[in-house]
């Protein structure tokens, strides 16, 4: 995969950004080329190497048959219960999200949805809903390019069912 300035790229447990720059820089004598990409959703800049850009799992927003597929697994509700304690939940959501997969960042979504409409959240829950709804909506929007409170009002709806 190679990027361009100005191409948007998701970068695992953080989002989708835009490429702003590829620079080349020193390290101990050593050049490293790298993106410089600039998270959507905070702001914030992280620099990859471009030669492991892949291995790191930075790669292209979604298509629309992926887009389809991750509605397919936000609809599920044939889902079994997890009984799993908390600690354990938590670690495998949060394995899901940094992943960076939509499929799995939207597994832990329905879940914790699906929980939500049963018990209140506790507030390690709570975060980790947060954090894969803003992944999700953030590279549905791009990848449908329509407004992040379009992808909301969907994601709404769909959790009402």
């Not at 990409?37 to 292209?60: F, H």
């Given at each position: 995969m190679?990027?361009?300035?100005?191409?948007?790229?998701?970068?695992?447990?953080?989002?989708?950004?835009v490429?702003?720059?590829?620079?080349?820089?020193?390290?101990?004598?050593?050049?490293?080329?790298?993106?410089?990409?600039?998270?959507l959703?905070n702001?914030?800049?992280?620099?990859?190497?471009?030669?492991?850009?892949?291995?790191?799992?930075?790669?292209?927003?979604?298509?629309?048959?992926?887009v389809?597929?991750v509605?397919?697994?936000?609809?599920?509700?044939?889902?079994?219960a997890?009984?799993?304690?908390?600690?354990?939940?938590?670690r495998?959501?949060?394995?899901?999200i940094q992943?960076?997969?939509?499929?799995?960042?939207g597994k832990?979504l329905?879940?914790?949805?699906?929980?939500r409409?049963?018990k209140n959240?506790?507030?390690?829950e709570r975060?980790?809903?947060?954090?894969?709804s803003?992944?999700?909506?953030?590279?549905l929007?791009?990848?449908?390019?329509?407004?992040?409170?379009?992808?909301?009002?969907?994601l709404?709806k769909?959790?009402?069912?």
């Amino acid at each position: 995969m190679e990027y361009n300035v100005g191409d948007r790229a998701v970068y695992p447990g953080h989002g989708v950004g835009v490429i702003q720059a590829i620079e080349t820089i020193d390290l101990e004598g050593a050049s490293a080329t790298m993106y410089v990409l600039k998270i959507l959703d905070n702001g914030m800049t992280i620099k990859v190497p471009i030669q492991n850009a892949q291995a790191l799992g930075m790669r292209n927003v979604i298509n629309m048959v992926q887009v389809k597929k991750v509605y397919d697994v936000l609809k599920d509700r044939d889902v079994p219960a997890d009984t799993q304690t908390w600690n354990r939940r938590y670690r495998e959501y949060l394995n899901k999200i940094q992943t960076g997969d939509p499929i799995e960042v939207g597994k832990v979504l329905r879940d914790l949805a699906l929980l939500r409409h049963t018990k209140n959240l506790s507030f390690g829950e709570r975060k980790m809903y947060d954090q894969a709804s803003t992944l999700l909506i953030q590279e549905l929007a791009v990848a449908k390019d329509v407004t992040e409170q379009d992808i909301r009002d969907e994601l709404e709806k769909i959790f009402k069912e």
